[in-house]
C-alpha cells in the first residue's frame, strides 16, 4: 500500500490537514469553548469523511466512468421525491429521511452533475465539441436538477450547480462567442428573475442592498457579521476571545457563518490564511487536472476544484457582505454532514485518481 | 480510451482563463477583507463595543383624558416599583432574604423573578406595586441593599372606574422589550397616538453578564398630550345608575346642535383598572366568560332587530316620496293576510281606519305593512340608507358595528334566493333580518331633527367639523315631529312622558322569537329572560326646537313603553334642568 501511495497527494494531505485543524479550533471556539456537542460532531465527521475519502481511494477508478449516468439519474430521481415528500427542515424541502440518516440529494447532485458531464464530454470528439448542437444535453443536464433544488427552495445550491457545471461546459469547448452571449443576456435578464423569487429571497436581496433597512430584522445578521469581520483587526481577538460569537450576536455561527468566527478571533492573518489554503488546493485540483491526458478524469478534476472555490467565494463573500445571504457552507470548516462528505469524497477521487494514474489504469 | 490532443490544449488554454476568474475572484475577497478589518477597523471595533451598550426606555407619561365638564377619568398614578441589578446568587439571596422582612411576595411574584433573572436583563422587577406600607418599611433598611433600588412609576388610572369602561377604554403593555402601553379599546385606542407620546432612553454599558457598569447618556422622554371628550361626566354618572339595575341596557345622549356624545353607557361594564394593569388569570377567565359579555360597548359596538324606531324611517319615506299624504286612512282590522299567512298588528282588535300620525303614535303596524308594501323595499332601503342604517355613523371607535340592512341584492348573495313580498312587511316595522345599532337609531333621529343628512356623532369637544348641508325637506320632517310629538303625549309613550318641555319620541318592543298563538298578550315579566322583546326608546326634547337626542335599550326588556320610555323621561329631566 505505502508504495502505491502517490508522492503528489502528500501535498493535499497537508494542505487539508492545516485547513481541518482550523476548522476544529474554529468549532469549539464557536461552540463557546465547549468541546460537548457541535465541535464533538465536528470530528466525528471528519473522521466519517476521511473513511469514505479512504475507501473511495480504494476504488476502482473506472467504476465512476461507467457508473456516471446512472449515479445522475439515482441522484435526480432522489432530488424528485425530496421535492415531493422530503422532510421540510428550516422552511425548505432538501431532505430525505432514510430513517438512520437524512440526507440531502441537493448535495449529492453537485458531485453527480460533475460526473455525468464528464463522462458525455469523454466521448466527444474534439470537432464535435465546437458544435453548438452537442452541448444542448449538457445543459439540459445542468438545468434540469438546478430547477428542482431552486424549487426547494434553496438559490444558492441552484446558483452553485448552474456555476459549476457552466464552468465544465466551457471548458469542454462550448463556442465562446455563445458562450459570451449566453452570460450577456443573463444579465440582462436578472432583473426578469426577481418575479420568481420568495418572498424571504426578494427580503434578502433587499437587505443586501440596504442592511440599515431592517438592522434589527434581515439585515441583522449581515450586520453582527461585519462588525465581527471588522472588528478582528490584523491578529485578532485571540482564540476563544471574540465577543460577538460569545456574546450570542452571531446567528448560524456554526455553520454558514464559521468564517465570521474565524475571522473575528484570527483577524486578517487568520482569514488570509484560509483563503490562501482554499486557493491552494483549488490550484492543486487544477494542477491534477492537468496532469492527466484522459478527458474524463481531466473534466471531472477541473469541475471538483471549480465546486469547490464556489462555495468559498460564495460563503466568505456572504460572510463579509459582499453578497446576499444563502445558505452555502464553507467547505471543510462548516458544521454540517453532507457538505464534509461531499468535499471528503472530491479529495478521495483526486488522491484515487492519482494512485491509479501511477498503476496505469485511468 | 479517447484522447485528442487539439482538446486538451484547448482545455488547458480555458482551464487558464478559468483559475485567472478563480484568482480575481480571490483578489477580491482578500481586498474587501482587508477593508473590513484593517481599513475601516476601528469603526467595527466600535461598534461591536456597542453591542455591548443597552438601551433602557424611559416611559412617557400619558396624556389624560378628561370630559367637558372637566372631570379626569384617565390619569396617571404614581406607583413604586422595585428592582435589583444582576448579581451573583449568593449576594442575590441575601438581598431577597432581606427583603421579605418588609414587603410580601407570593407564588406568582417568585416565578417571575426566577424567569427574569434567567433572561439576563440588567434588572430584575422585584415587585410591581408597593403599598405606602412596604415603602416607608423599605426606606429603613434601603442602605443595607446593595443594586437594589425604588424607582418612580406611572401607571395608568381611571378614577371613576363605574360606567366610564367602554368610553374610555383600556390599554395593554405592547409586546417587545418596550412595554409602552398601547390602547387597546374607546378613546384610549382612537386616539392612542396622541396620548401615547414619545419615549426617553437611558444608554448603559452593561458587562457580558448584563450588569449595569455605567450611564452613558440619557434622553427625556416627551409626555403625550391630554385629551378633552364630549362626555358629561355627571349625566353619564346619572344614566349609568339608572340603567344599573338592568342585566343588560344602554343608552346614549347626542346634542342636535353639534353632533357630540353627551353620554354613552353600556351596562355591564368593565374596571378598566383591572384590565389595564396586572391582571390576574382568573379575573380575564370571568370577563371573557361572562354571558353578557361586559366587553362589548352595547351602543355601537352591537345591533338589534329596531323594531317600531324604524318605522319612523318608512313614514318618511312615504311622506317624501309622496306615496301617501298625512290625512290618508288605511284599515287596521288586526291582521294583514298574504298567502294564506295573517301578519298580525300587536293590538289584535285592530285599531280600525287610522293616519299617518295615529299609525305612528299609536304603533300600529297593520299600517306600516300597507305603507311598506306601496314603498318596496328599494324604497325604503334608500331612505334608511340617507338616514344612518347599514353605514358606519362617523363615531370615532373603531371597528363600529354597521348593522344590516336587507335588500334584494343581498337575499341573493346571502341566500341565494329572490326577496319575497311579506319581507318588505316585516321591514317595513324593523323586524326581518334588519338590524341597526342603538346609536344608528339615535343618528337617524339626530338627522331628522337637525334637518341635515349629514348630521354624524362625535366623540370630541368642540370639534369643529365643517358637515356640509344636505337638507331635508322641512314640511315631511315637521309632520313626523309632530307624530313623535303626540306618541308622548296620548301614545304609546304618554305614560312616562307627557312632560311641560315636550318630548318628541317612540317607542319599540322589537320581538326575539315568533310568537306562539298561546302567549299572544302574555305579560313579559313572565317568559323567561332570554326571551323578552329588547325594549328601546329614543326621543328628542324640547319640543320647539329639539336639542338633545337620547336612546335607551333594555336587552330583552320587555315593552319599550314599560322599560325604556320611562328612564329616557328621567334622563330628559336631568338634561332640562340645566
Redesign the interface.
Given at each position: 500500500m505505502k508504495r502505491s501511495f502517490p508522492n503528489e497527494s502528500k501535498i493535499l494531505l497537508a494542505l487539508l490537514f492545516f485547513l481541518l485543524l482550523i476548522s476544529i479550533l474554529g468549532q469549539y471556539s464557536a461552540s463557546g469553548g465547549l468541546w460537548e456537542g457541535q465541535a464533538l460532531r465536528h470530528i466525528m465527521r471528519i473522521f466519517l469523511g476521511i473513511a469514505l475519502a479512504a475507501y473511495i481511494f480504494f476504488t476502482d477508478f473506472r467504476f465512476w466512468n461507467n457508473y456516471a449516468y446512472l449515479l445522475y439519474a439515482f441522484v435526480l430521481v432522489s432530488l424528485a421525491i425530496a421535492n415531493l415528500a422530503g422532510i421540510t427542515k428550516l422552511g425548505a424541502q432538501r431532505w430525505i429521511d432514510l430513517y438512520f440518516f437524512a440526507f440531502q440529494p441537493s448535495e449529492f447532485m453537485k458531485l453527480t452533475i460533475i460526473f455525468a458531464l464528464a463522462r458525455y464530454y469523454?466521448?466527444l470528439?474534439?470537432i464535435e465539441?465546437m458544435e453548438f448542437k452537442s452541448h444542448i444535453f449538457p445543459i439540459f443536464f445542468v438545468l434540469l436538477p438546478a430547477l428542482l433544488i431552486f424549487k426547494q427552495p434553496d438559490l444558492g445550491t441552484a446558483a452553485l450547480i448552474i456555476c459549476t457545471g457552466a464552468?465544465i461546459i466551457?471548458?469542454?469547448?462550448f463556442p465562446p462567442k455563445i458562450f459570451a452571449a449566453i452570460i450577456g443576456s443573463c444579465l440582462l435578464l436578472c432583473p426578469l428573475g426577481w418575479f420568481f423569487l420568495h418572498d424571504y429571497q426578494r427580503n434578502r436581496i433587499l437587505t443586501f442592498v440596504d442592511p440599515d433597512r431592517d438592522s434589527l430584522g434581515a439585515g441583522y445578521h449581515i450586520l453582527q457579521s461585519?462588525?465581527?469581520?471588522?472588528?478582528?483587526?490584523?491578529w485578532g481577538r485571540g482564540f476563544l476571545q471574540g465577543?460577538?460569537s460569545?456574546?450570542n450576536?452571531l446567528p448560524e455561527k456554526n455553520t454558514d457563518f464559521i468564517f465570521t468566527t474565524i475571522?473575528e478571533e484570527f483577524?486578517?492573518a487568520g482569514?488570509?490564511t484560509v483563503?490562501f489554503l482554499f486557493?491552494l488546493i483549488?490550484?492543486y485540483f487544477?494542477w491534477v487536472?492537468?496532469i492527466f491526458?484522459?478527458?474524463?478524469t481531466?473534466?471531472l478534476c477541473?469541475g471538483l476544484g471549480?465546486l469547490l472555490?464556489s462555495h468559498v467565494?460564495v460563503n466568505?463573500?456572504m460572510a463579509?457582505g459582499?453578497l446576499p445571504v444563502v445558505g452555502i457552507p464553507l467547505p471543510f470548516l462548516s458544521y454540517g454532514g453532507s457538505s464534509m462528505i461531499t468535499f471528503m469524497i472530491s479529495c478521495g477521487l483526486l488522491m484515487s485518481s492519482l494512485k491509479q494514474k501511477k498503476s496505469g489504469i485511468v | 480510451m479517447f484522447d485528442d490532443n487539439k482538446s486538451g490544449n484547448c482545455i488547458k488554454f480555458r482551464a487558464k482563463i478559468i483559475f485567472g476568474i478563480i484568482l480575481f475572484l480571490s483578489a477580491v475577497l482578500a481586498f474587501n477583507l482587508y477593508r473590513l478589518q484593517i481599513g475601516s477597523a476601528e469603526k467595527y471595533v466600535l461598534l461591536s463595543n456597542k453591542n455591548r451598550i443597552r438601551l433602557l426606555p424611559i416611559l412617557p407619561r400619558r396624556g389624560r383624558i378628561m370630559t367637558a365638564d372637566g372631570k379626569v377619568i384617565a390619569g396617571n398614578m404614581c406607583k413604586y416599583k422595585l428592582v435589583m441589578e444582576q448579581c451573583n446568587e449568593k449576594k442575590f439571596n441575601e438581598n431577597i432574604d432581606l427583603l421579605r422582612q418588609c414587603i410580601y411576595l407570593n407564588d406568582e411574584d417568585d416565578f417571575r423573578i426566577a424567569r427574569l433573572r434567567k433572561k439576563r436583563t440588567s434588572f430584575v422587577v422585584i415587585k410591581d406595586d408597593l403599598s405606602w406600607e412596604e415603602y416607608s418599611k423599605l426606606s429603613m433598611i434601603l442602605f443595607r441593599l446593595n443594586g437594589v433600588s425604588v424607582e418612580n412609576i406611572h401607571a395608568r388610572h381611571y378614577p371613576m372606574p363605574l360606567g366610564f369602561g367602554h368610553v374610555v377604554g383600556h390599554i395593554s403593555k405592547s409586546g417587545g422589550s418596550l412595554q409602552i402601553p398601547v390602547g387597546k379599546t374607546g378613546v384610549e385606542a382612537i386616539f392612542d397616538d396622541r396620548l401615547a407620546g414619545k419615549a426617553g432612553n437611558l444608554q448603559i454599558e452593561v458587562n457580558a453578564v448584563g450588569k449595569k457598569v455605567r450611564i452613558i447618556d440619557s434622553q427625556e422622554p416627551t409626555a403625550g398630550n391630554d385629551i378633552v371628550i364630549s362626555i358629561d361626566s355627571q349625566l353619564q354618572k346619572y344614566i349609568y345608575d339608572l340603567l344599573s339595575v338592568e342585566k343588560a341596557a344602554a343608552a346614549v345622549v347626542l346634542d342636535i346642535s353639534n353632533g357630540e356624545v353627551v353620554a354613552m353607557v353600556s351596562i355591564p361594564d368593565f374596571d378598566p383598572n383591572i384590565i389595564s394593569n396586572q391582571m390576574t388569570q382568573s379575573q380575564w377567565q370571568s370577563i371573557v366568560n361572562d354571558p353578557l359579555f361586559p366587553l362589548i360597548n352595547r351602543v355601537v359596538g352591537c345591533s338589534y332587530p329596531p323594531g317600531s324606531i324604524f318605522k319612523i324611517v318608512v313614514a318618511f319615506a312615504a311622506l317624501n316620496e309622496k306615496i301617501i299624504s298625512p290625512m290618508d286612512k288605511i284599515f287596521c282590522s288586526g291582521g294583514v293576510k298574504l298567502d294564506d299567512h295573517v301578519f298580525h298588528c300587536w293590538n289584535r282588535w285592530g285599531h280600525g281606519n287610522i293616519n299617518l300620525c295615529d299609525a305612528l303614535r299609536l304603533s300600529c303596524d297593520c299600517y306600516f305593512f300597507e305603507v311598506a308594501k306601496k314603498l318596496g323595499i328599494d324604497v325604503i332601503v334608500k331612505y334608511a340608507k340617507k338616514l344612518g342604517f347599514g353605514t358606519e355613523t362617523g363615531i370615532e371607535f373603531p371597528n363600529e358595528n354597521i348593522g344590516l340592512l336587507p335588500s334584494k341584492k343581498w337575499k341573493f348573495l346571502r341566500y341565494g334566493t329572490s326577496w319575497k313580498p311579506y319581507e318588505t312587511m316585516i321591514t317595513g316595522i324593523g323586524q326581518g333580518a334588519l338590524l341597526a345599532t342603538l346609536l344608528q337609531s339615535a343618528v337617524m333621529l339626530g338627522k331628522l331633527c337637525s334637518g341635515n343628512y349629514n348630521f354624524a356623532p362625535t366623540l370630541i369637544k368642540g370639534r369643529k367639523k365643517n358637515i356640509a348641508m344636505a337638507p331635508i325637506d322641512g314640511k315631511c320632517i315637521e309632520i313626523i315631529k309632530n307624530a313623535l310629538y303626540q306618541v308622548c303625549i296620548s301614545g304609546t309613550a304618554a305614560g312616562s312622558c307627557r312632560t311641560d318641555y315636550g318630548i318628541l319620541g317612540k317607542t319599540s318592543s322589537s320581538q326575539v322569537r315568533k310568537i306562539k298563538p298561546s302567549e299572544i298578550g302574555m305579560d313579559q315579566k313572565l317568559l323567561p329572560w332570554k326571551l323578552r322583546d329588547h325594549a328601546f326608546f329614543i326621543g328628542c326634547a324640547p319640543f320647539k326646537t329639539p336639542r338633545y337626542v337620547v336612546a335607551v335599550f333594555v336587552e330583552h326588556g320587555g315593552g319599550g313603553s314599560v322599560a325604556a320610555a320611562p328612564v329616557a323621561r328621567k334622563i330628559f329631566d336631568r338634561i332640562m334642568e340645566k
Open positions: 469523454s466521448m470528439s474534439f465539441t464552468g466551457f471548458l469542454a469547448g461585519k462588525i465581527a469581520v471588522g472588528s478582528g483587526r490584523l465577543t460577538q460569545k456574546l450576536f475571522a483577524g486578517f482569514s488570509l483563503l486557493i483549488c490550484y487544477f487536472a492537468s491526458r484522459n478527458k474524463f481531466k473534466l477541473y471549480m472555490f467565494f466568505i463573500a463579509i459582499l | -
